[in-house]
């Protein structure tokens, strides 16, 4: 029974990764842009939300409604002013500006908020659980995979049943074509920005909300967030979020073989996928 | 015959690009390919030259069957080529480009391949440009590399894609003159052209494709009477 | 409606363009033809703003348009079928014709019901992917894609490229219904017969420059031979 | 009649006085005190890292953000041949390369598979299992590390004539011995790199970076070549963190495979001095130092206007400030450009 249990943490673990990873997959399936900054936004959002919390006394829900404008504004601002200058051929460009983005980011809330480990507070919820009989599960978990579900299925709506969504597939598999159908691929890069930061935003306050943070695990939510979307296999969500679950299960393994070995079960589960399924386990037909 | 093409067919997909194409190209000749944009030229190039693998079929090259020898290998077995979009290494300098083309087209030292480069430059009129950097050149000086880069792997078989194409007559005019001499010197030529008087000017045999198609293959006067060459080329219904 | 005055392209560091100069009037229907690598295309991509020129070189209702991206290009109402059709993978039959309307939404003859009624196996497509379709259905995407817009010009960039004759009539024949509707045409073609057949002037390209300018009933095969190839025939 | 050279004035000033340069750096610990040695070991090693960085992304076109790997698998290596098979520390630095040449074979494999920037986050995994892992190793203390046995530092080859030449107590005349080390491998290392580019493999790899299926058709094996430079790459940077740790003499997993530390700080001095040339590191190196210094006091800040500075100078100079003063006066300190010499032949570069 106790394999159960460990099998159902790590599936609902892997929601949460599917959080981190949503927005970066959003982001590089319309512009092929992998933003190195992923995890540090993440960890920005969530102070954002914590700083909602602890200086306007807001809910955690209530401060990460007003986060999401403040993020989506900065996330768009991001592309329009800094990123869309150096999308190009050349993938070294928009690496390295991410890549410093990120240090910059990281030393910033550093500077700011310290090293300190800090915790979105979220009072009753935060430890109760609901007992399913075979398992007992955490409502905290269990809200953070039924969000990523309830993302998924939103994105995915947007992406399909949008002309929003239309101009966004229609720019990522085209760019120059999308711009004779009256479309400025740049202003659709900003936005798809924006909304990535929304998710990331989600995935903030379930970070907040379950666990300690400081500014200097941004990059370590990338690398999860990264795993998943190449497990997955590049442009599914659903893939994606089956990824987070096979790094959420991996390191729930891990994690109760040794302590000391959670993270490196995910990782080792990843090099694993990479080995038998090099483009992921749900490709896209067309690349 | 220094190439031979048995069934050779590829597909994207359901689109066939190349469709059985058998062909026999004997020591010494020149062959035009002609045809209408997106007849499978190009593909067909792709193919001999290993930058795309045949789904089935033979080619034959040297009497070695080379149908899945990489791009790099047929390359040094003597297979030189030139884009139809001029492709030079932009961030070099035109003797550079040749140099790299010298040392690694035929894996020799590059000190030994200076005089073989200088020459080739000089029979492409781009040696007084040897030292400027081939990102600064003009259409008809990027032509030029083209084929003076292929020139300096040292084919036994040049191919050669829309070289002609885009040049005012007089450059035109010049650059059929070095491809004659080329082939003088009894270099195996195959050229995709569009321009037709310059193909006409120095080919023995011109090929048709349609549809990745061999619909027809002969002498040039020949070809070019042919009604059904002249429908599907040009479209006009005589 | 369209003018263009000595609008010069280039690709990096080479000309394609050598200051072509050509113009369409409301409704007209014009045909550009030339061997590959004439500059057709490109003179094409340079009036949809795909490649950037000089702004005073093309001039829309004698407004300068050269500096304006492809999509405020397009809002003004010049829609563009691209060469190889480049309809978008991901998207269905009908997708694809929505996001040609979707960012210009003027009042006009041209919606999905009638674009549908202009190519009736689209309508049978319509939940396929664009690109699970045969090369002329494409085509037919691509041309009704633009149409959604109601554009007062349409240019259509080889649209009998790689089709087999029996397709190309069908295609060509939806032609004058699109003229009908009002829009202006610019044919660019290879296919020198057909282009002549529909157009009311021709122009001839050979390397990058204009050789031919004709009333297309008045145009004599010699005629187009030398301006085509540069040789009499 | 036709001649090809690589000769500029330039060139020919670089070639008389990095001798001299070389000469007087080895001369310098007789006059300068400790901190001026640990500094310019400092500089050295960075210099070395970013050199190497240079060619892995400047040359060879892979953006690797996992280079603190192979930093942290030599230094590890470096520590188990002292502590484990009791070797002299300063024969114990091979192990270091020849470990992280190793462990860059199935990096590659694992690497090679992303395409483009993915390739960039394969290598960090790599990295951070590598890390993991090792922090396992209790032999070498786990996760919080060991240091080296006070009878292996004491008997370092070659401190004990330091310091009967210099008249050193004996961690000062680890550190010359160190910085030695460390001028030794930056002028191996720019040299190998400027002589790679020199010989056939520097035009393969332009050409590759220019175009990759042109190269292809001109012969150019283009998969081999990535293997070689990666592989290169991965060996010098093991013996460069073997060093530095020998230094250091105390070791960690988190020390030793700090992305900040051996990656950031490098691609930052790379970007900033000038990516694809051997100048730009050089240049960047000087740059990081001073603003180093400068802000030093202001903790995190410093690291937070570095990485802004990477953001700006790739935003608005992508070729760094090597690449405004080699615009601006065409001048080249390390010429690789052949140049065809002889009669009708006009000006170019």
Redesign the interface.
């Known amino acids: 029974m106790i394999w159960l249990d460990i099998l159902v943490q790590g599936i609902l673990l892997g929601g949460l990764y599917a959080l981190f990873a949503a927005g970066l997959s959003l982001v590089f399936g319309i512009m092929r842009l992998v933003n190195l900054a992923h995890g540090d936004l993440i960890i920005l959002a969530a102070y954002l939300v914590l700083m909602g919390v602890t200086l306007l006394g807001l809910s955690p829900w209530i401060a990460a409604l007003v986060a999401v404008p403040v993020m989506f504004a900065l996330g768009w601002l991001l592309q329009a002013a800094v990123l869309n200058r150096v999308l190009g051929k050349d993938i070294l460009p928009p690496l390295l500006v991410t890549f410093g983005l990120s240090v910059a980011l990281q030393n910033g809330l550093l500077e700011v908020f310290s090293a300190d480990s800090r915790r979105i507070p979220v009072g009753a919820l935060e430890g109760a659980s609901l007992d399913l009989g075979l398992v007992t599960v955490g409502i905290m978990p269990l809200m953070t995979f039924a969000s990523a579900i309830v993302m998924i299925i939103g994105l995915n709506g947007l992406f399909y049943h949008t002309a929003l969504g239309r101009a966004f597939r229609a720019t990522s598999d085209d760019a120059v074509t999308a711009g004779l159908m009256g479309i400025e691929p740049k202003r659709i890069f900003a936005i798809a920005t924006g909304i990535a930061m929304v998710v990331v935003t989600l995935a903030a306050l379930y970070l907040g909300m379950r666990a300690n943070f400081d500014p200097s695990i941004g990059p370590a939510r990338l690398i999860y967030a990264f795993e998943a979307v190449i497990i997955g296999g590049l442009g599914s969500l659903w893939g994606t979020l089956a990824g987070g679950i096979i790094i959420g299960v991996a390191q729930t393994f891990g994690a109760a073989l040794n302590p000391e070995w959670q993270i490196l079960a995910g990782h080792i589960a990843f090099l694993a996928v990479m080995l038998l399924k090099p483009r992921g386990l749900f490709p896209r037909a067309v690349d | 015959m220094i190439l031979r093409l048995e069934n050779v067919s590829k597909s994207f997909g359901a689109l066939k690009v190349a469709d059985s194409v058998t062909v026999s190209v004997p020591r010494g000749e020149a062959l035009g390919i002609i045809g209408p944009n997106g007849a499978g030229k190009s593909t067909l190039f792709n193919l001999i030259t290993g930058n795309l693998f045949a789904n089935e079929g033979r080619i034959e090259f040297l009497g070695r069957d080379v149908t899945r020898a990489p791009a790099m290998e047929r390359v040094r077995m003597g297979v030189g080529r030139s884009f139809q979009i001029p492709q030079p290494f932009e961030g070099l300098t035109v003797f550079e480009n040749l140099l790299t083309a010298a040392a690694f087209g035929r894996g020799g030292r590059e000190a030994e391949m200076v005089d073989d480069c200088a020459r080739i430059l000089e029979e492409t009129e781009l040696l007084r440009k040897a030292n400027f950097v081939a990102g600064s050149l003009s259409l008809l000086d990027r032509k030029r590399l083209e084929l003076a880069r292929a020139l300096a792997t040292g084919p036994e078989l040049l191919l050669l894609d829309e070289i002609a194409g885009g040049l005012t007559e007089g450059e035109c005019k010049a650059l059929v003159a070095t491809i004659r001499a080329i082939h003088a010197r009894g270099t195996t030529i195959i050229w995709i052209e569009h321009v037709l008087h310059a193909l006409t000017s120095v080919v023995e045999r011109l090929l048709v494709l349609d549809f990745g198609r061999v619909i027809g293959i002969g002498a040039p006067d020949e070809i070019m009477a042919s009604k059904a060459v002249r429908e599907i080329y040009l479209g006009l219904e005589v | 409606m369209l003018e263009t005055h000595g609008l010069t392209a280039n690709y990096g560091q080479f000309r394609a363009l050598f200051g072509v100069d050509i113009t369409v009037a409301a409704g007209e229907c014009v045909a550009i033809i030339g061997a590959n690598g004439a500059g057709k295309s490109t003179l094409m991509r340079s009036i949809t703003g795909v490649l950037g020129n000089e702004p005073g070189m093309v001039l829309h209702r004698g407004e300068p348009i050269g500096a304006l991206s492809s999509a405020e290009i397009m809002k003004r109402g010049i829609a563009m079928v691209p060469e190889g059709r480049r309809l978008f993978p991901s998207l269905t039959v009908e997708e694809n014709l929505l996001v040609g309307g979707q960012a210009r939404k003027v009042p006009g003859p041209w919606s999905l019901d009638t674009v549908y009624d202009l190519f009736p196996i689209l309508r049978e497509r319509r939940k396929s992917p664009g690109t699970a379709l045969s090369g002329g259905q494409q085509q037919m995407v691509a041309i009704g894609r633009a149409l959604m817009s109601n554009p007062e010009l349409l240019l259509c960039d080889e649209i009998s490229l790689g089709l087999a004759p029996v397709i190309i009539r069908d295609i060509y024949a939806a032609l004058p219904r699109i003229r009908e509707g009002g829009a202006a045409i610019v044919l660019v073609e290879q296919d020198i017969g057909k282009a002549l057949a529909v157009a009311d002037r021709v122009y001839c390209m050979m390397e990058g420059r204009v050789t031919l300018v004709a009333k297309a009933a008045e145009v004599a095969r010699e005629q187009i031979h030398s301006a085509y190839f540069g040789v009499a025939a | 009649?036709?001649?090809?050279t690589t000769h500029t004035r330039a060139g020919a000033v670089t070639a008389i006085s990095a001798p001299i340069f070389i000469v007087a750096a080895l001369a310098l610990p007789a006059v300068a005190s400790r901190g001026v040695v640990q500094d310019l070991f400092f500089i050295l090693t960075m210099l070395t890292l970013a050199q190497i960085w240079n060619l892995l992304?400047g040359y060879g076109?892979l953006?690797s953000?996992g280079q603190q790997a192979f930093v942290g698998i030599g230094a590890y290596a470096m520590f188990a041949g002292v502590i484990l098979l009791g070797w002299n520390p300063v024969l114990a630095i091979p192990l270091g390369g020849l470990a992280a040449l190793v462990l860059a074979v199935p990096t590659a494999f694992?690497a090679f598979?992303?395409q483009?920037?993915?390739f960039?986050?394969g290598t960090?995994?790599i990295a951070?299992?590598t890390r993991?892992?090792v922090?396992?190793w209790k032999a070498l203390g786990g996760?919080t590390g060991t240091s080296l046995p006070r009878e292996a530092t004491s008997s370092i080859l070659g401190t004990d004539a330091i310091r009967t030449l210099f008249g050193l107590r004996e961690a000062a005349a680890r550190d010359v011995l160190a910085y030695w080390l460390a001028l030794a491998l930056v002028v191996a290392v720019t040299g190998g790199i400027y002589w790679l580019l020199r010989s056939?493999l520097g035009?393969?790899l332009?050409?590759v970076?220019?175009?990759v299926?042109?190269?292809?058709?001109?012969?150019?094996?283009t998969g081999r070549l990535r293997w070689a430079v990666f592989l290169i790459a991965a060996a010098a940077t093991g013996l460069t963190g073997a060093l530095v740790f020998l230094q250091t003499a105390r070791i960690s997993p988190g020390a030793a495979f700090a992305?900040?530390d051996w990656t950031?700080n490098v691609?930052?001095i790379v970007?900033i001095g000038g990516?694809g040339t051997i100048e730009g590191p050089i240049l960047g190196v000087l740059v990081f130092f001073a603003l180093r210094s400068a802000l030093a006091d202001y903790?995190?800040?410093?690291?937070?206007?570095?990485?802004?500075?990477?953001?700006v100078v790739?935003?608005f100079a992508?070729k760094g400030l090597w690449g405004l003063i080699a615009s601006r006066n065409g001048l080249h300190l390390f010429p690789a450009?052949?140049?065809?010499t002889?009669p009708?032949?006009?000006?170019?570069?």
């Not at chain 4, 009649?1 to 090809?4: D, E, G, P, S, V």
């Open positions: 009649m036709y001649r090809m992304a076109g953006v953000v694992f598979r992303l483009g920037a993915y960039a986050i960090w995994v951070e299992v993991l892992l922090a396992q996760g056939r035009l393969a332009a050409a970076r220019d175009n299926d042109a190269a292809q058709s001109v012969g150019v094996d992305v900040t950031a691609i930052f970007v990516i903790g995190s800040w410093y690291l937070m206007t570095l990485g802004l500075i990477a953001v790739m935003l992508p450009r052949r140049r065809l002889g009708k032949i006009e000006g170019g570069i």
